[in-house]
Each structure stands twice: as structure tokens, then as C-alpha cells.
């Protein structure tokens, strides 16, 4: 059915058309409607869930950590000092394989205390065992939401999954979308090999010699490595069934690009509009948009031969851009020339704190690219 959403309620109306169980959620702005609409869904009994009203984000994914181990759908919302404030929760959930779904209102930490777009909450999470989207409209909110529950819930992956949207730029914004009247058998009844069992007692939680240990965050590797195959079969049933395409990352304009900006979330959107200004001045520019952190994707075929310029709306003090960095490492073989020589990426930090960026700026940062530069938006050494 064709509506109009915000990003909040696209995700709220997702948790709902996947039927999911128990939702365990604490309130904090940018992610707020996200809650409201949930427990109000809950309350009109469109949803048939059980509803967890806690006093702390740390408790929330503690309230999802429970419901989670008995098998059931499972679904939280938070944003930036609620994710860090469950970051213990997090690491846990994802080390039980716990095929918990949260959204995450993507916003700056403070101090200085501020409520604008931001990505390093959220990356600040991606060493977890959580896989992590970034999505860039309202309908695409509502999809990788349902997708989410799929992928994680899959025998071969049971991690846990992070929808990221940009705080106010998308969780605020009202855009066209389709919802879906009937899933079908798209997304199957949860069946979680290791759920408690109250006819088959087990132990949860007990301590773990270092070889078991080992052993079980291998585990977690293989997870993540066999999510690749599990997201792209998601992803590809759903454009199959429902009409729309996705993938582990997008491409605009990228076949006979000579420079290409990657970016995530609304500013790879953005940048599209600047790809256009850019051609028509003759540079023959692309976006290279990043869905999935984690798993992170190979784009060494992607941007081989290619300029790069990667904006990072995140930071990591002492290293760099995260975005630029990830791609640095996964991708090294595609900035390496036939003579030998590095053509690495130009890495434009930009948008911290919501800290508005326009397309023309994205034109400025590719006119003015330099292999391996770090520049600063609006930032004068």
C-alpha cells in the first residue's frame, strides 16, 4: 500500500508487518517516534506483542538479551548515548547469537552536547559481532528492516542487526512508501537452535575455558563471513517477491566513472546530485553508496583504476576516517597501480553533528582531490 512515512514510522510499520514478539525499548531523541509508534501499534493491537517499557537503554537490550534466548522475534530502537550506554548489552547479545533487530538513530556524542547527524556512534560498534545497514530513504528504512529479521534469524548467521538511519535527516523526513500487505513465507517462524528449553535445562552464560572461548568467537567470525551469502539471498528474494532491489552496496553512475565518491546514508544521496553537476562539467564522476558495514563488502573491482573520494560523517581520534580506513584495508589491491605506485583515497571528514553539507560542497571535494589528503570540512589549520 502506497502512504507517506518518516523514517521513524517506516521502521516502526516494519517491526509491525514482521510480527514481531517482544519489543523492549527505552525513548531518546532522534529515535523517539520509533517507540511511540511501536507502543502505540501495540496498544491498538495491530501488533500482538509484548511491550517492555524500561528505565534505561542498558536495560532495554538486557529486556531483548531475555526475550532473544527463548526464541522469539525480538526488536529495540536507540540512538547515540543509549547504543554506548548499552554498549556491554551489545557485545553480549551478539557473543549469545542472539538474532535481536535494533534501529539506531544515527547522532553525535557529546560533549559538547549535540543532537545532529552523525555515524560514530554506530561504527564505534562495528568490532561487536554486529552486523550493521546504513539505508538512505524512508522506503528503504521499511525493507532492510524486514530484511533484517530474515538475515539475522538465519540458522547460518544468529547475529544480531543494526539498521542505522541519520538522525533527523531521515528519521524526521517524509518521503513516499510501499508497504507490504502480506510477507507470505518470506520471513519464516524464528526457530533458534539454542532457545531455552524449560523441559531441557541447560546453562547460559558460565565461565568459558580459553579454548571454548576461542572457539566460540570463531564462531561468530563464520557467522559474519556466511552473512554475505545470506544478505545477498535476502535481498534477492525480496526483489524477486516485492519489486525491489538492493544490494551490498549501490552504484550510481560508477560504469565509466573516473572518480568515484563513497558515502553512506543521506550523504551518498547527496552526492548523487553532485555526480550530475560534476558531468556536466566534463568529470565524469560516480557514488559508490556503502548499505553494509558489517559484513563489510569487496569493492576492489569496484573502484579499481579509480580516483576515490570518501566522505566519513565519523571519526577515529589517532587513525582517521572510519569509512576511508575500511576501505583502505579491504579494498588495497584497487589503488595500486601497474607501476607500483598508491592512487589511495582523498578522505573528506564532513557532516559531524549534523553539520549541514550540500552538494556543491561534495562537487568542491572531488575539484579538489588529493591522493591519500585528509581535509576537514569547514575546518581552517
Same mark, same amino acid.
Given at each position: 500500500m502506497l502512504t507517506f512515512s518518516t523514517g521513524n514510522k517506516a521502521v516502526a510499520t516494519a517491526v509491525k508487518d514482521a510480527k514481531t514478539v517482544v519489543v523492549a525499548a527505552y525513548p531518546i531523541t532522534p529515535q523517539t517516534e520509533v517507540v511511540e509508534e511501536t507502543a502505540n501499534n501495540v496498544a491498538s493491537g495491530e501488533l500482538k506483542a509484548r511491550y517492555i517499557p524500561v528505565e534505561s537503554e542498558h536495560s532495554s537490550m538486557g529486556a531483548c538479551i531475555g526475550a532473544a534466548a527463548t526464541g522469539v522475534r525480538t526488536f529495540t530502537a536507540t540512538s547515540s548515548h543509549g547504543l554506548v550506554y548499552m554498549c556491554e548489552q551489545i557485545h553480549m547479545s551478539a557473543a549469545a547469537r542472539l538474532p535481536i533487530v535494533m534501529a539506531n538513530a544515527n547522532r553525535a556524542l557529546g560533549p559538547g552536547w549535540n543532537i545532529g547527524a552523525e555515524h560514530t556512534d554506530s561504527m564505534s560498534m562495528r568490532d561487536s559481532g554486529w552486523l550493521q545497514a546504513y539505508v538512505s530513504t524512508v522506503q528503504e528504512a521499511y525493507d532492510t528492516t524486514l530484511m533484517a529479521f530474515r538475515i539475522a534469524e538465519n540458522e547460518n548467521v544468529l547475529l544480531p542487526v543494526m539498521i542505522n538511519l541519520d538522525g533527523f535527516l531521515l528519521t524526521h523526513i517524509t518521503q513516499p512508501m510501499d508497504t507490504i500487505d502480506d510477507l507470505g513465507d518470506y520471513l519464516p517462524p524464528t526457530n533458534t537452535p539454542h532457545a531455552i528449553d524449560?523441559?531441557?535445562?541447560?546453562?547460559?552464560?558460565?565461565?568459558?575455558?580459553?579454548?571454548? /572461548?576461542?572457539?566460540? *568467537? /570463531?564462531?561468530?567470525? *563464520?557467522?559474519?563471513?556466511?552473512?554475505?551469502?545470506?544478505?545477498?539471498?535476502?535481498q534477492a528474494d525480496f526483489a524477486k517477491r516485492f519489486g525491489r532491489t538492493y544490494g551490498m552496496y549501490e552504484e550510481y553512475l560508477c560504469d565509466d566513472a573516473d572518480v568515484v565518491i563513497v558515502a553512506a546514508g543521506t550523504l551518498a544521496k547527496e552526492s548523487e546530485v553532485a555526480a550530475d553537476i560534476l558531468r556536466k562539467e566534463g568529470i565524469k564522476a560516480g557514488v559508490l553508496r556503502i548499505r553494509w558495514l558489517?559484513?563489510?563488502?569487496?569493492?576492489?573491482?569496484?573502484?579499481?583504476?579509480?580516483?576515490?573520494?570518501?566522505?566519513?560523517r565519523d571519526y577515529s581520534f589517532g587513525l582517521g576516517g572510519i569509512l576511508v580506513n575500511e576501505i583502505r584495508t579491504k579494498a588495497l589491491e584497487a589503488f595500486i597501480g601497474k607501476d607500483g605506485k598508491a592512487n589511495l583515497p582523498f578522505s573528506v571528514i564532513a557532516g559531524l553533528g549534523g553539520q549541514e553539507v550540500t552538494y556543491d560542497d561534495i562537487a568542491d571535494f572531488v575539484r579538489n582531490r588529493k591522493s591519500g589528503g585528509e581535509l576537514w570540512f569547514g575546518v581552517t589549520e
Open positions: 524449560i523441559n531441557n535445562p541447560g546453562g547460559y552464560g558460565t565461565l568459558t575455558p580459553p579454548t571454548e /572461548h576461542f572457539k566460540f *568467537r /570463531h564462531d561468530i567470525q *563464520r557467522g559474519m563471513k556466511d552473512s554475505v551469502a545470506v544478505i545477498e539471498d535476502a558489517r559484513p563489510f563488502p569487496d569493492l576492489t573491482a569496484a573502484l579499481k583504476g579509480k580516483d576515490v573520494v570518501v566522505i566519513d
